[in-house]
């Protein structure tokens, strides 16, 4: 065994230059957990005459990936230079020279995660990825080890920044939608194009990958079904209030007899459940599992220190492994087959906002509507509108089936009685668990 | 290796039971997981004739320990049954035959942990004890692989059920001290005699285990400063409520400049602190760290199945070493040595609540003494008593030492003007990180 680990890191960004000071730093700490030295010696940039605020020798800099992927004294290889398929092909090619790879690219590991792991395990190397979901928060480590022996049956996660800070912003400030996301935007936690995280396509990216490793079921990207925020309104935020919720926007990933589901969604949850109180940019995931009931992982979601920090403790896990001879043996093929779960075996509660008509027998015809599609109310709420003989109704139902919902949705647009229907949430973190 | 491990439990009450039915249960996903069946093959019992929950033959259970330490077959002990110093015995024993070690023992790892873990690296042997802190919450493994990398400054923890339980229902409730105990009590979540957890001592134990692991240095359970919960008043809480705090008991572990202060006392808390809105039974454990910032793992801090989870996952971790014949490896010592701070190195912030007379100058010559002191002002409360000529003051300072809060106590008791000190309580959550 070498006593002087040598690292190669692709990509010095703002997690890039974490890592670098992390690892100089900590060299102390480091040294004494893993019984060697660790060094980062080469580094792919864009620019090698940029200053940059961590000491680097200027040999050690390049523009070539493949002098990091290629150089014969690199142990280990970081990725945080983001992008897909070229992304991809460097770390098979880093693998297949048995280079162990460390990452943060959430869209590679949620897209190609299996191929990657099972070229790691075939070349006898470690494929960690604990950055790639919830920045600074164990929570790979979390499912993967401390609740390794539970069945995992729900799993709720706030896995996206962007999106809890502009919630946060429209529920505690009052704030619209429009003035919420330029306020991310001018504080950096939104990017001048915002979609990827409005409409919840970074969530469902991070959810696939826990849902994965949750159910040990080969769970893909397009199997999550998704919706973003950008047309939740702060009307709808404040019915929620009134009825003691919170919008979230949740990755809900559920198993029950073998079969799946996942979903990201803008939610209402109960005022009273975990993640309701996960506020501002923070990230969390609430687990249920079997035996251990009600858990919650709370941490950052982002950042250039929080994401390498769980980098530098994958690297710690590399190395340790390296130690003891023992790097690609605990990756394990998922032990389910993926089945997932039909429209009719989706229950969920939903808080629906509609504009009816201010006239005799209208709600009426609304709960024959209900009743025929087997679902019932759990709460209800009229308010009269600012325009003459319009009212403003807001139902809460009990559980039912997708199938249910789809079938009413249908139907309710045709209810002479019903002048629009505003809005549609799922509501969840109440009632029998 | 073996294709099936043989799992010794000493102990099968609640706890006990619940490990052997996970066991059973997850029969299938554990021999995935691990690679080879689990069975429990001897078990501690106090009565063989028992009518039990579990299915065990009637030759696996035995009222002798060393049965259960002796057999050849046994590969791992699973200790449940508590105790200390025979316990200790018995499981160094244990070590000394080559047996892996998984213990729920607060008590016992609080004391002699380090002795056990020195033991168990000496026979290349395992020693896990994830179960002893925080029932479900994998957060001995959150501190040691999760934030391996980071450099822990600060960790509080909400640690014993009991305590939370009571303050929460005083807090939210307005319930005395007296009736909620007497309810805890009746609910199961308080013993008849409920002094250790009352008293904080329960805490202590697990204070000194997680600051040991955090720092890295050998805390003690005599290092911990303790006070309980017996004297809160409702009308602390209420004070406490109007300034925005919420009343915990909280295990405080923070170290600067390599020297480390760990408490277990009653703290008010910023109710924007995210510990504050964890309730009932509930644990929590924040961590604060140099890099990632702030985290939190929540969960049930007892219960059979919560804790049977994090040992059944530390059985998981003990038989994949087995199959890769690393046991004992990751076992090592404090890297620091141990230095505590001094009086004048603690520094917080206070609530102090006094009974004053209702005269001129009163205030004056309570803020004289305190500037003597140098402890400055940051909330004032005052509120007429029902008593003539007796005033209610409560007081939160900015922060200020150790040393200088003992003088002003010391003073204050000689004052003219002060009738009582009702309380004194540390102020955690609010102001600069």
Known sequence: MKDNVKVGLLGLGTVGTGVVKMIQDHQEQLAHRVGCSVEVTKVLVKNVDKKRDVELSKESLTLDPYEVINDPDVDVIVEVMGGIDDTKKLLLDALNQKKHVVTANKDLVA???????????????????????????????????????????????????????????????????????????????????????????????????????????????????????????DSDLKHGQTLGYTMKLIGYADQSDARAEVSVQPTFLSNDHPLASVNDEYNAVYVYGEAVGETMFYGPGAGSLPTATSIVSDLVAVITNMRLGVNGKSISAPQFEKQLKKPEEKFAKYFIRLHVRDEVGAFSELTKLFSANSISFEKILQLPLEEEGVAEIVIVTHKASMENYQKMQEQIKDLAVVRSIESFYRVEGEGAK
Do not use: H, W
Not at 111 to 130: I, T
Not at 143 to 164: C, E, F, H, P
């Open 111 to 233: 897209l190609y995660g299996s191929e990657l792991l099972k070229a790691a395990s075939e070349n006898g190397c470690d494929f960690y990825y604990e950055a790639s979901v919830a920045g600074g928060i164990p929570i790979i480590r979390g499912l993967a080890d401390g609740l390794a022996s539970d069945k995992i049956k729900t799993l709720m996660g706030i896995v996206n920044g962007t999106t809890n800070f502009i919630l946060t912003k429209m529920n505690k400030e009052g704030m619209c939608y429009e003035a919420a996301l330029k306020e991310a935007q001018d504080l950096g936690f939104a990017e001048s194009d915002p979609t990827s995280d409005v409409e919840g396509l970074d969530a469902a990216r991070k959810m696939a990958i826990l849902a994965r490793l949750a159910f040990s079921m080969n769970i893909e990207l397009e199997d999550v079904d998704v919706s973003g925020i950008s047309s939740v309104s």
